[in-house]
């Protein structure tokens, strides 16, 4: 089975700029979630999308959004970046199982810079 | 407010000895605790997971503990092999939602 795969690897945009990332998750997975990696804040959550819909989100801006497609695929955008928004950004799909603890496998990440 | 803390940055032992990573958590409600390793520039890879419900589970070289009245886990891995240098993530969820909450991580690193 083919892990998560992620869209692009590496991305340079300017302040004021906007981005689209993309994800695919494994074949079945019906939750991606998405993480913000950087030095002094670490792995941070930004937010869950499970059947098209937003289930839960961590605590960062509105300029931080997201969407999720029938086939499970998922974009994250953000808007006017900022340079705070340099980071790893990691996606992770799990089969999203009803009551059970579930373990969530990543992507390799789109590392951004804003310069 | 930290909820996962890894107290110890970086760890360094011998190839064949035992490593122990330790992590902390103070939210009562996580009960799904995992451990992933992670090299620069990639993403975490999952090593082993826990429910609240066990106190140990094994995986061939990786055995994670958790001790639910001190609120602790610890990942035993033995022995240490110099491909497991890389930094340890301990990430803990409640089952009510999928959103991990990540400690600092600890960089092992496994001298030949």
């Known amino acids: 089975k083919a892990g998560v795969t992620q869209t692009p690897r590496y991305l340079i945009k300017t302040r004021g700029q906007q981005v689209t990332l993309s994800c695919s998750p494994i074949s079945g997975h019906r939750s991606v979630s998405w993480y913000q990696q950087t030095p002094g804040q670490g792995l941070q959550f930004l937010f869950e999308?499970?059947?098209?819909?937003?289930?839960n989100k961590g605590n960062f801006p509105g300029r931080f959004s997201g969407r999720q497609f029938s086939n499970s695929r998922s974009e994250m955008n953000v808007s006017t970046l900022e340079l705070g928004d340099s980071a790893l950004y990691l996606c992770?799909?799990?089969?999203?199982?009803?009551?059970?603890?579930?373990?969530?496998?990543f992507g390799p990440g789109t590392r951004l810079l804003v310069l | 407010d930290q909820q996962v803390k890894q107290n110890s940055p970086s760890l360094s032992v011998q190839e064949g000895r035992i490593s122990i990573l330790n992590c902390d958590y103070t939210?009562?409600?996580?009960?799904?605790f995992l451990w992933y390793k992670k090299y620069p520039a990639e993403g975490p890879t999952f090593l082993i997971s826990?429910?609240?419900?066990?106190d140990k589970n094994e995986d061939g070289r990786f055995t994670v503990f958790l001790n639910k009245s001190a609120k602790h886990l610890s990942l035993h891995i033995v022995p240490s092999q110099p491909g497991d240098s890389a930094v340890y993530f301990c990430a803990a969820e409640e089952t009510s939602g999928s959103r991990l909450t990540f400690g600092e991580g600890t960089q092992l690193t496994v001298n030949p």
């Open positions: 939210n009562s409600m996580f009960d799904y």
């Open positions: 992770a799909s799990s089969p999203a199982r009803e009551g059970l603890g579930e373990t969530q496998y």
């Open positions: 826990i429910s609240s419900i066990k």
């Open positions: 999308y499970f059947s098209e819909t937003q289930r």
